[in-house]
């Protein structure tokens, strides 16, 4: 534990956290509180999840757009824009009753969501050394399963109580308070975006980010399925409330997984690290597709959110070693493009494949998506071969020294 108290001793961690907490807790009950929306609007669990795809894949494709005005301008301005326009389409959505007006609606949502997650990962690495790193994305990774934790829970209370329509009203507000509080701290207002070297090649062009867009595909379908498949096997076995039980379950165990992978040693790699938690993950997904929701759903998503929350804190280590320089926003941004659109569709069709083929099999496509990922991921190994070594004192601290201008 010494680590995470040498990181909540240096000036901007208390700041950071709780600045973009709300946010992050909006985010946690948007997806939900839209699928009970629609669900109770249409009366069709298929549409609600129509719906929710059409909000990933409008967020999805503009995501590396707005991670290269983040990179290329800064992030005082995006963040002014997009805030209280996202926050706006929540309670246009909210109010909204048609089929084909709340699809509209849901889409626009999507493509106004705020770059938080974005524009919070670079600014950890303006003010942390290199030593600190993984704690410090151990610390944020919890930060955002917490929102997952709470989030759907209070998204599911409020949208199942007698004013539904307080899921999105207080997620709208939740946004504006959180995105207002990170645009206007100084870690945010002060980040300086790095110089791009001289005669860079196209990030589109990068061996590792075509990898981790590949490998994305798979994860981003089989999640985008399971995100559907959870409350609309629920709603189906007349048990919608038992949706929060799962993903609280998820998010707390997630928590866990992502602060014991902030305190593994660094003399192992990221990358190793890596691909020793995805195996792991492959092999805790496996009994999903026979669960059912209750206990058994509980305990399976609690192993797959443990393991899932470890992933990420590795994944984002070996990203930052793999990156071009001047990309701190926009790798993250296009990869998220490309995956997030995938899930889009996941969860476009993942409420019409348990209406039509069951929920079992349904979730048994996540298994098989997290197996696909592992593989590629191993047989792409040499590209991310620049994750997968320990640097040294020497590198920890010049790294340190060439971020800490940005926030002077």
Request: aromatic content about 12%; overall charge negative.
């Given at each position: 534990m010494k680590r995470y108290r040498e990181l909540f001793t240096l000036q901007y961690t208390w700041s950071l956290v709780l600045a973009s907490f709300p946010a992050r807790l909006s985010y946690g009950m948007v997806g939900l509180g839209l699928f009970f929306k629609v669900q109770r609007e249409t009366g069709s669990v298929a549409f609600a999840g129509l719906a929710i795809g059409v909000n990933s894949i409008g967020g999805s494709l503009t995501a590396g757009l707005r991670g290269y005005l983040i990179d290329k301008y800064g992030q005082s301005w995006p963040l002014r824009f997009f805030v209280p326009a996202y926050s706006a389409m929540i309670l246009a959505v909210n109010i909204s009753e048609s089929r084909t007006f709340l699809l509209v609606m849901a889409a626009i949502m999507g493509v106004s969501a705020p770059p938080i997650n974005l524009s919070i990962r670079p600014l950890w690495k303006s003010f942390v050394s290199g030593a600190q790193l993984r704690t410090a994305y151990a610390v944020d990774t919890s930060m955002m399963n917490t929102a997952g934790v709470i989030?759907?829970?209070?998204?599911?209370a409020l949208a199942l109580s007698s004013h539904p329509g307080s899921a999105l009203a207080v997620a709208s507000a939740l946004m504006f308070i959180g995105g207002t509080s990170l645009m206007v701290s100084k870690v945010s207002r002060t980040w300086v975006p790095e110089v791009k070297e001289k005669d860079q090649q196209p990030l589109w062009r990068n061996p590792a980010l075509r990898l981790l867009m590949l490998e994305g595909s798979f994860i981003g379908f089989g999640w985008g399925i399971f995100d559907v498949a959870v409350p609309a096997f629920a709603t189906l076995e007349k048990v919608p409330n038992r949706t929060a039980w799962v993903f609280a379950a998820m998010g707390i165990s997630s928590i866990v997984g992502g602060l014991l992978a902030g305190m593994l040693s660094r003399r192992t790699s990221s990358l190793s690290a890596l691909r020793k938690t995805y195996f792991a993950w492959f092999l805790v997904s496996l009994p999903m597709a026979f669960t059912y929701p209750g206990?058994?759903?509980?305990?399976?998503?609690?192993?797959?959110g443990f393991v899932g929350g470890a992933i990420q804190v590795f994944y984002w280590e070996v990203m930052e070693a793999v990156r071009p320089k001047g990309s701190a926003t926009s790798y993250m941004g296009w990869l998220w493009s490309v995956e997030g659109s995938i899930m889009s569709l996941g969860a476009?069709?993942?409420?019409?494949?348990?209406?039509s083929y069951g929920a079992r099999i349904t979730l048994s496509i996540t298994t098989v998506c997290i197996a696909l990922g592992c593989i590629f991921l191993t047989i792409g190994k040499p590209r991310l071969m620049a994750a997968d070594r320990i640097p040294t004192d020497e590198e920890d601290l010049r790294a340190m020294e060439d971020n800490s201008p940005t926030t002077k």
């Open positions: 989030g759907p829970v209070v998204a599911t206990w058994s759903m509980v305990i399976g998503g609690a192993f797959l476009g069709i993942g409420g019409w494949l348990c209406e």
